[in-house]
């Protein structure tokens, strides 16, 4: 009997102490994961890119990263609610993990501003995402409140990590973000490329 009470003693504590586990393991996956949209967040975004950086060193192979902003996304709200605002979001983040590859990897920066990770892409391969995820969303226009449609455009900035530059993640992203930011500048729904650093 005191055998038996010790062995079922040691089940329990053993049960709790993986439910425990659970549950931390569960705690810190959602701290990664952004609650709107399910895509990873922006603690989440930089781990990968860390990992994109040293997979790409040896591979000795370039990646992308593709910064995208939606076009008008305030008026949006401003003009048909939050709730519109949400489901615009939900759409475009359900659309562009729709056009990326299993390799890819895509992440909600903040606010109406996604970020993706291109495994093994240069910059024809990224045009090429962008205008997939262009067409698939002219072709499928979100509902407004007031009856009409209305199509998720986006401005994007596309910066490469390649041998040229050591394929460091370094200014990367800074890249990426001045070049989103003239595509913006040069009139919205486009994608502008980051120049390489001297």
Do not use: C, W
């Amino acid at each position: 009997p005191v055998l038996s009470a010790k062995v079922k003693r040691a089940t329990e504590s053993r049960k709790k102490q993986r439910q425990a586990e659970g549950r931390l393991h569960e705690a810190e996956r959602l701290a990664r994961i952004d609650p709107l949209t399910q895509l990873g967040n922006r603690q989440l975004f930089y781990e990968r890119l860390r990992e994109e950086s040293a997979y790409a060193r040896r591979q000795q192979s370039a990646f992308a990263l593709v910064v995208f902003d939606l076009d008008h996304f305030k008026k949006l709200n401003d003009a048909h609610g939050h709730d519109t605002g949400d489901r615009a979001l939900i759409h475009f983040a359900r659309t562009l993990t729709a056009a990326i590859r299993q390799e890819d990897s895509a992440f909600r920066y903040g606010g109406e501003e996604f970020v993706v990770l291109l495994r093994g892409a240069d910059a024809r391969s990224a045009l090429a995402m962008t205008a997939r995820l262009r067409h698939a969303l002219k072709l499928t226009p979100i509902d407004l409140p007031d009856g009409g449609t209305r199509a998720v455009t986006f401005s994007a900035g596309i910066a490469i990590a390649e041998q040229a530059n050591g394929f460091l993640t370094e200014g990367l992203f800074t890249r990426a973000d001045e070049a989103l930011y003239r595509a913006k500048a040069q009139g919205r729904d486009r994608d502008e490329i980051a120049e390489s650093p001297a």
